[in-house]
């Protein structure tokens, strides 16, 4: 054999054994990366109630509406308080929340945020403690993923790991895990990871708490050699279940 001929010889080896070597690593990022079920847009909430009951006289917001704290959102007028106040069981500088002029309950945003649910309208009689309306608050905005995994994937997880969000607009954002929980459905065991976007993290208004959108996670990368044996057993026996 001639030295050309053995140098085409190792140049082809050479590019085989590379093309192999990009495929396994390949084939251990693709096993390792694993995509959602399903994922939505959550937000911390906070709830806006009262100890007294009574009817609502005024309704300074709508579903959607954005908030300040400190700025009004119902008035409620209450007989019970009244009758409290009247009998002095009950001291007026002692109320967490600020009476008006006519003595109605004035109720006030606690944080900045989004008006998620109004449960009760103008007009209507709440019940003491009753959820009046239900609070996005302003920039904790996270992810709630939930991922269908393999019994050897549990030993690979790895919480540093952020989740890789995409918005419905393709804006990528990253997400860092701060709670992961198991959620079985029938035989199926789902793995919910939940993930909070940083601060200066830019999501559109549009997209509110309940928008879906899609994630996926990376796994620890397995050897190399471990991968290809997955392969192989996963052509040998297919597993039914599915990403």
């Known amino acids: 054999m001639g030295i050309?001929?053995?140098?085409?010889l190792l140049i082809g080896i050479i590019f085989i054994i590379g093309?192999?070597?990009?495929?396994?690593?390949?084939?251990?990022?693709?096993?390792?990366?694993?995509?959602?079920?399903?994922?939505?847009?959550?937000?911390?909430?906070y709830a806006v109630s009262t100890e007294y009951g009574g009817v609502i006289e005024k309704q300074y917001v709508e579903i959607g509406s954005?908030?300040?704290?400190?700025?009004?959102?119902?008035?409620?007028?209450?007989?019970?308080?009244?009758?409290?106040?009247?009998?002095?069981q009950v001291d007026a500088t002692a109320l967490l929340f600020s009476l008006t002029p006519t003595g109605n309950i004035l109720i006030t945003a606690n944080n900045n945020g989004t008006v998620r649910e109004i449960n009760f309208l103008t007009g209507a009689f709440v019940p003491s403690n009753g959820q009046?309306?239900?609070?996005?608050?302003?920039?904790?905005q996270y992810v709630t993923t939930r991922y269908l995994l393999r019994?050897?994937?549990?030993?690979?997880?790895?919480?540093?790991?952020?989740?890789s969000v995409?918005?419905?607009?393709?804006?990528?954002?990253?997400?860092?895990?701060?709670?992961?929980?198991?959620q079985k459905d029938g035989e199926k065991v789902y793995t919910i990871v939940k993930a909070r976007f940083d601060d200066n993290a830019k999501i559109p208004a549009t997209f509110s708490?309940?928008?879906?959108?899609?994630?996926?996670?990376?796994?620890?990368?397995?050897?190399?050699?471990?991968?290809?044996i997955d392969v192989l057993k996963g052509l040998i026996e297919p597993t039914t279940q599915s990403r």
């Open 151 to 163: 019994a050897p994937d549990y030993a690979r997880i790895n919480r540093s790991n952020p989740v």
């Open 66 to 88: 954005k908030i300040k704290k400190g700025d009004p959102l119902f008035e409620l007028k209450s007989s019970s308080l009244a009758d409290a106040l009247r009998s002095k």
């Open 132 to 140: 009046i309306a239900l609070i996005d608050i302003a920039d904790s």
């Open 19 to 45: 093309m192999v070597a990009a495929l396994f690593f390949y084939l251990n990022y693709s096993m390792s990366n694993i995509v959602s079920q399903s994922a939505v847009l959550e937000s911390d909430t």
């Open 166 to 182: 995409t918005l419905p607009d393709n804006t990528r954002l990253e997400a860092k895990v701060f709670d992961i929980t198991l």
């Open 4 to 8: 050309f001929s053995r140098v085409r």
């Open 209 to 228: 708490s309940g928008t879906p959108v899609s994630a996926s996670w990376q796994l620890e990368k397995s050897d190399w050699y471990q991968a290809v």
